[in-house]
């Protein structure tokens, strides 16, 4: 994070990702060439290209409310490294950034990056929602903790699950205006190998639906908003212990 946001030594992200979604000219119609096209631009880069595994139907929440469709097919484009992949599928491109979570100006440079080739090759003609999504997790260190050791009750995170035993799940959807929505969801991770007990998942998922011009700046100026937003709910919810811990001085 930059600016007047911290960059923390020990960040509890997950994964951070950019999903873009838009639309093609009139009377142009999807090609599954594009997939090979991007690849071709990309492949200095991203040299691994390989389908993604997903479930024939797929809810997905609109305006209009939730809506069950068939899934897309995509393609994911990885780097050497592991750390950024980029996904495509009918009208959506995505960039995600894995572990370690390097700052929200690098964030933003691997945005502005990975989408300049995408409009290369896909042309797209409007700009149509743009999702800013951060999955934090933060490892138990006893058996005994519980949510409140490490969030707050804020406008996006109910009192009650705070002091919850395991098998909590909370889920909050808010918007601000008709074009911006926030979805924040907390929850427990499954325990690996002899672990029985999972981390704790704090989902951050700020979205804007709105028809946006592909000339100008209208992506860059977006993501900084959803990217204020995301950090404002981020920064209301942790405790001490917490912060403490993004610091690399856990209590």
């Known amino acids: ?9 020990n960040p ?13 000219p009139e009377g142009v119609a999807w090609q599954d060439l594009l997939y090979g096209r991007l ?3 990309v492949q200095s880069r991203f040299p691994e290209l390989e389908p993604v595994a997903q479930p024939g139907l797929e809810l997905r929440m609109g305006a209009e409310g939730p809506k069950l469709i068939s899934s897309q097919r995509r ?6 490294s592991g750390k950024v992949l980029l996904q495509l599928s ?10 370690k979570y390097p700052g929200w100006a690098q964030m933003k440079l691997e945005i502005r990056d990975a989408w300049k080739p995408a409009c290369e090759v896909l042309r797209p003609a409007r700009i149509t929602r743009i999702g800013l999504r951060y999955i934090n997790l933060v490892e138990p ?11 707050v009750a804020s406008d996006h995170i109910p009192k009650a699950v705070l002091t919850s035993l395991p098998g909590f799940l909370a889920r909050v959807e808010t918007r601000s205006d008709a074009d911006k929505r926030v979805i924040v969801t907390l929850g427990e991770s499954a325990g ?6 999972g981390g704790l998942v704090f989902d951050i998922d700020c979205i804007v639906e709105k028809e946006m011009p592909m000339e100008g700046d209208a992506l860059n ?17 942790m405790t001490p212990r917490l912060d403490a811990l993004l610091r690399g001085v856990p209590k």
Not at 12 to 24: D, K, Q, S, V
Not at 192 to 197: E, F, L, P, T, V
Request: glycine fraction near 4%; proline fraction near 5%.
């Open 75 to 80: 393609m994911r484009f990885k780097e050497l």
């Open 192 to 197: 690996s190998g002899d672990q029985k007990m």
């Open 90 to 99: 009918e009208n959506v491109f995505t960039v995600n950034v894995l572990p």
């Open 12 to 24: 509890t992200i997950r994964e951070a990702l950019c999903e873009i979604h838009f639309r093609l």
């Open 1 to 9: 994070m930059s600016g007047d946001h911290p960059t923390y030594q």
């Open 221 to 237: 100026e977006e993501i900084e908003q959803l990217h204020d937003t995301a950090w404002k709910i981020f920064s209301a919810s």
């Open 39 to 41: 690849f071709m631009k």
């Open 141 to 151: 260190v006893s058996p005994h903790e519980c949510p409140g050791d490490w969030l």
